[in-house]
Each structure stands twice: as C-alpha cells, then as structure tokens.
C-alpha cells in the first residue's frame, strides 16, 4: 500500500459554503486535486483564500457541500461520524498552528493517546511511544506536561503525536506560524526526517516562504479556487 | 485514561472544581444532617408512642371499630387466660418486654370541695407495668427524667391527672402544682360558694351509687375526685379517687380530661360487682421491627384457643403518629430536593464553563479520532468525580457534624411530648439511607453533566478548532 503511487487523497470539484447569519460564505468553489504519496504538499494562498477550509476536508473533518474527497481511493461520503471518525484515528495525523496538546497530560501521555484505542500491546505501546519521543528529540521531557515545554518542543510533541499511530498522511495547517524561524526551521527538518524514515506523507497550508521551500508539490488557490499546481516549492 | 484525564481535569481547575465540591459536600451534608435530624424525630416519637401505649393492642374483637361508645360491655372475657396465654408463649416471650392489660373508662369527674365537674377520659392500668413501659428506649432517644406515675401496685385508691384536668377541677393549689395560671380579674369568684351550684343534685353521685361505691378512705393530704362512670349493666356508678400527682400529657385535649388509675379501680367503677374484664392488653415489645412477627404469632395462638380478638399496632391507634411521620418525611423529602436541584445546577454550571474552556481540546480529540461518543463519556465522568468527590466529603463532615452534636449533650422538648429529651442525630445507625443518597446524588452530579457533555460530544470539529 505505502508503495502504490495512487494518489493518497483525491478531491473532485470539492466546493464548501459556510452560512453566516442569512449570508453564505464560499470557502471553497469547486477545486479538483490529487495529492502524491510520500511527499511535501503545500497548499499555499493569500489569507482567506480557503486553505485551512480545504485541509479540514482533506483530513475529513469536514465534509465538502459538494463533490467528493476521496482517502486512498474511498469516498467519505458514504461513512457515518463513527466511521470517520475511526478513519481519522486509523490514517490521518494532525498538526495545529497553536500545538493543541492536551493540558493535563504529560509529554509522554500525549503521544501515547492516539494509540489507547488501538489494540496494540501495552508494550508495544510504550516502546513506540519511547521510539518516537527519541525521534522527536524530548526523551528526556517526556514527563514534563505543555506548560512546562517551549512552542517548538510543544510542536515537535505534536509532532510525535501525529506520526505515532503509522498515519498515511499528515495534516499541518501552518505548523510554523508561531514559532521563530530558527525553530520553524528545525521543525521542518524534523518533519522531513520523519516523513522519509516513516514513509509518509504530509499536506500543509501555509504562506511561509521558508516551509514552502521544501516543498515537492505546491497548489496555490485563491478565492476558494485552485488556480496553479506546480512540483516543487515555486508560487 | 478517561479516569486519569477526568481526574486531572477536576484538579486543573481548581478553584472552581474546589467551589463545586464544596456545594456538593455542603449539600450532602444539610441533606444528612436533616435526614439524621428527621430520624431522630420520628424514632422520638415512636418511642414516646410506645413508652405509652406499647406496640401491639389487644382488643375484643370489633371493639376499635365500634365499642369506644361502651367499652363497658367490650371487655376481654377471661383475660388472665389471654395474658398467661402471650405471657407463656415459648416463641414470643423473647420478644416481649411488658404485657399489662388496661381498662378504659369515661365518665364525669368532680371535685366535692369546689362543685366543679368535668367529664374525663381515665386509663386503669398495674402501674409498676406502666411505669415499666415508660423506660422503654430502644434508641436512646427516651427522656433524661421519665417520671414513675407513683402509684403503688397494692394501693387501688390513688390515681394521676392530666394538668389541664386539674387547673378545671381546681387542684392546682392542693397538688402543689405550680404551673397553673392564676384566675384572671372579673372571674366568678370562689366557685364552690355559688349557690345553684350547690344544689345541683347532680354533684351528690353517692345517691346514685348505692353500695358499689368506693368506701372513703381516711385522708392521707391528698385531695380526692368523685368519679361517676355508668357500669357495664348500665347503671351509673361512683368510686372516689385520691389524686397523688399532675402528669401532663403533652396534648392539650388528652391533657384536659385524663385520669390514670389503678385498674382494679376501672374495672371496679366499669364492672361493679360483676367479672372484671379489661377494654385492652397491651403488648410491648423489645423491638419495634418485631411487631409484625408477634401479631401474627398472637392472631395464630388465638385462633387455636378459640379467643375472638382483634390487634392494633401502635401507627392504627395513634393516627397523629402516622400523620406527623408523613408531615416529618414530607419537609425531609422537600429539604432533600431542594440540595438535590443546587447540586444538579452547580455541577451542571461547572460542566458547561469547563466545556466552553475545553472547546479546543475537544475539536483536537475529535480530529485525533475521538468518536462522538468518548467525549460524552468524559464530560459525563468528570461530573461523576466531582460527585463522588463532593458527596463523601459531605457524608464524612456530616458524620463529624452529628458525632460534635450528640457529644454536646444539648436536650430539648419536643412537640406532643412531656419531658425534656437530649438531642441526637441519628446519622450512624442509617448507613443505608447515607448510602442512597450518596447514590443519588452522585447520580444528580452525573446527570447534570449530561447536558454539557452533549453539547461537546456535538460540536462541529471545525468550529471547535477555530475557537481559540
Ligand atoms: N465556519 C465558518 N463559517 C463561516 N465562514 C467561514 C468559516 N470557516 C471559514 N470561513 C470563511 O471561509 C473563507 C476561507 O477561510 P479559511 O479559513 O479557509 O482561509 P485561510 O486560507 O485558511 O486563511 P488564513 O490564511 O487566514 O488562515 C474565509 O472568508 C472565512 O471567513
Ligand atoms: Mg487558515
């Protein structure tokens, strides 16, 4: 499966509408895209344009008002919230501008959260929760709870949390907007480490000129259309 | 883990999960203390019931219903047969403490020295069995100071009256008894001087009495009462009474119109010359939840004797003891739900604030895969902590509130009854009713989560996300 070059998501004439009051929003007007396995995709666009609306549809957490999306070639449309839900906890990983750790658990509970509904060992448990805190580089903070981490450790628990249960494909919106560039910088290093060591692939929206650099495949929308796709980092 | 992140959660906030608590404990623990309060109540009052009337009443069969009107002809035939039948019973005479018959009698009692009468409602009674009645106790709650009725088995001549029946009849002064009021200004003046009065036929009972009466006995001090009753064949009869005390009887219409006597004097004033009888046998018993067992254990020896007669427990022959149970368990079970709604509106408070603060939280579990469901379960087992957090901290202070109280030896007198009583609150003999409502409202706490839980479980994932 991880071999295959199907494409790991698959969006067709994906169009989204936000009702505000008695006024509707068009987030998204009806964008068609495939998304290549194991690279950096960004979807990249000035604000407001309909990049976190179009990310939120990839990572099925929102569905679209029209078209499909397609996760490894199964339309979500037919899947009720339990089974999205399950499908997201199977498949998709995700990384938050703000970190979005849960506050009352430690470094090491948080990465081991996304495996407790699985039914792996807990053994098994533990060793993959260790193995990808050390990848992550906070062996030693992993009893340390958010408050007590800086925003670029708290992202790279993030990190951790997103690749630990073996995801298809990582979600980041604007995983570096709030950090400094150094630690942007050292971020993006990490996750291009673990999306070659774990034979992944990440989406990200973003209008950071420094992640869009690493970029393999860019789709630039504006207005809720798509209106370039490029392979590699150039707007 | 949904254990460890609810714990954790009620702890991160603390100053408001602390507050939560606190209305919860506080909450059990009015809840607890009224209820050992209620308890003690209404043991009080059983006890105050039974110390006089016992538990179990045996009567001519019918005689409840209908022989209040003359109990004369409603006596028991050959009671000592039925007395030594309950007394040598194998199987019942561990449970009884005290089998003492009585004789009801109404009639008209006056005072020869002040022409005052009054009708009256008299009790003949053993009295060193009614006196063993009143030390009855099954549960502490029996007066500091029970008073004996001081009357003398081997003397029939002397008797009690209830305090208002002696104000009436004028022997507040004779009897020493203090607490009468004085006789306001613009009253008849000296009552036994008025003229009609004094020649009112009426007031001379030993006419009508003929030789069934009472002998009078030699003064001894005390002053004396005529009592006139009519006798089972119909014809009225006198004795007279030696008045040795004032009992005040707690309910004023009792408290008017009693006189306890000896019971060979009843049935002499009710029976003459003929069998002597008793209206009742009274049964007391060790234990208050025995008087089913020993009324059926009595119905059976009864009926294998051939004994038409009825029983009565204590709740059937004192309706103003149902009525102030119901009236007791009433404010009780208002009290009760009033804490029950604080609480169900204090968690319910806390549980939506903490899921509005956690909105973010929320949509990142969802998006990690969190079925609806989950998060349900984990607002709905946080209220359940803080109830079962508030709630036993409220039984262990309500216990600490109940042992300080029944330390301080503060006593008080109740409504209806005669004595000073030291105030308890039975909280340590109720596990079970401490257990249920720690259920119930830990229970309340849990439900009252049920509505923010909800309102989480249903949050659209990205709304929640675009929150912070
Ligand atoms: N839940 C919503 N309800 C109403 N309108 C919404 C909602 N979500 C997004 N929108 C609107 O849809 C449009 C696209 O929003 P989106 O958040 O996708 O933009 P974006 O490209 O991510 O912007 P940014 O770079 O600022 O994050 C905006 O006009 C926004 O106001
Ligand atoms: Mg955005």
Redesign the pocket.
């Known amino acids: 499966m991880a071999e295959s070059n199907q494409p790991v998501v698959r969006l067709t004439n994906v169009k989204k509408t936000y009702k505000l009051g008695s006024s509707q929003v068009q987030a998204v007007r009806g964008i068609s895209l495939a998304v290549p396995p194991r690279c950096f995709t960004m979807i990249v666009g000035p ?1 407001g344009s309909g ?3 179009l ?1 939120n549809l990839i990572g099925c957490i929102d569905r679209p008002s029209s078209g499909t999306v397609e996760i490894a070639g199964q339309d979500i449309a037919r899947l009720g919230d339990n089974a999205l839900s399950d499908l997201r906890a199977r498949r998709i990983g995700f990384i938050f ?1 703000s970190f979005s750790l849960i506050p009352v658990l430690s470094a090491y509970e948080n990465v081991e959260y996304p495996l407790l509904s699985t039914d792996i060992s807990a053994k098994d448990r533990r060793r993959a929760v260790l193995d990808m805190l050390d990848a992550v580089g906070l062996k030693d903070q992993r009893s340390q709870r958010p408050n007590e981490l800086s925003g670029g450790q708290k992202q790279r628990v993030a990190i951790a949390r997103a690749l630990v249960k073996q995801p298809e494909f990582v979600l980041a ?2 995983p570096t907007a709030n950090l400094d560039s150094g630690t942007g910088a050292s971020i993006i290093e990490l996750m291009r480490k673990m999306q070659v060591e774990k034979n992944t692939s990440f989406i990200f ?1 973003t209008h950071d000129p420094q992640l869009i650099s690493h970029a393999d495949k860019t789709f630039a929308i504006r207005d809720g259309l798509l209106v370039d796709q490029s392979a590699g980092g150039k707007q | 883990m949904i254990f460890k992140i609810a714990f954790r959660n009620v702890f991160r906030n603390a100053r408001r999960s602390t507050a939560t608590i606190l209305t919860i404990a506080v909450g059990t623990a009015a809840t607890l203390i009224f209820l050992a309060y209620t308890l003690y109540n209404v043991l009080g009052l059983q006890t105050s019931t039974v110390d006089r009337g016992g538990h179990l009443t045996i009567f001519r069969n019918g005689f409840y219903d209908f022989g209040a009107g003359n109990p004369a002809v409603w006596g028991i035939d050959d009671y000592q047969t039925v007395l030594k039948l309950v007394r040598t019973d194998p199987v019942l005479a561990p449970m009884i403490a005290v089998v003492t018959p009585v004789q009801q009698v109404g009639g008209i009692a006056s005072n020869a020295d002040s022409d005052v009468s009054k009708t009256f409602f008299g009790q003949g009674f053993i009295p060193s069995e009614r006196d063993a009645m009143k030390r009855w106790n099954e549960y502490g709650t029996g007066g500091v100071s029970v008073g004996d009725t001081g009357l003398k088995d081997d003397d029939p001549s002397q008797g009690v009256i209830g305090s208002g029946l002696a104000l009436i009849l004028g022997l507040c002064k004779p009897l020493h008894f203090d607490y009468c009021p004085k006789l306001p200004k613009g009253a008849p003046k000296e009552l036994d001087q008025s003229p009609s009065a004094a020649n009112l036929p009426s007031q001379d009972f030993s006419a009508l009495s003929g030789r069934d009466v009472a002998a009078p006995q030699s003064a001894t001090g005390l002053p004396s009462l005529d009592i006139l009753a009519a006798t089972a064949g119909g014809a009225p009869n006198v004795v007279r009474l030696k008045i040795l005390r004032v009992e005040y009887q707690g309910v004023k219409a009792l408290d008017d119109s009693y006189i306890g006597m000896h019971l060979a004097l009843a049935q002499q004033l009710v029976y003459g010359r003929g069998e002597h009888k008793v209206t009742g046998i009274v049964v007391q018993l060790h234990r208050t939840e025995d008087w089913q067992f020993a009324k059926q254990r009595m119905l059976e020896l009864f009926a294998k004797n051939n004994l038409n007669l009825e029983i009565k427990n204590y709740a059937e022959l004192n309706p103003f003891y149902v009525q102030a149970l119901q009236f007791l368990y009433s404010i009780f079970l208002f009290i009760a739900v009033i804490f029950g709604v604080v609480v169900l509106f204090t968690v319910s408070n806390a549980m939506s604030m903490s899921v509005v603060e956690r909105t973010d939280e929320i949509g990142t579990l969802r998006a990690l895969g969190l079925r609806r469901a989950k998060i349900r379960r984990q607002f709905i087992t946080e209220g359940f902590l803080l109830g079962v957090i508030g709630t036993t901290l409220g039984v262990i202070a309500a216990l600490a509130i109940a042992a300080l109280i029944n330390r301080s030896g503060l006593t008080w007198t109740p409504p209806g009854q005669t004595y000073s009583v030291p105030l308890k609150l039975y909280l340590f003999g109720a596990t079970q009713s401490i257990v249920v409502i720690w259920i119930i409202l830990v229970v309340v706490s849990t439900l009252a989560s049920l509505l923010p839980a909800n309102r989480a479980a249903k949050m659209q994932i990205v709304d929640a996300l675009r929150h912070v």
């Open positions: 604000s990049k976190t609306t990310l501008q919106d604007e929206s």
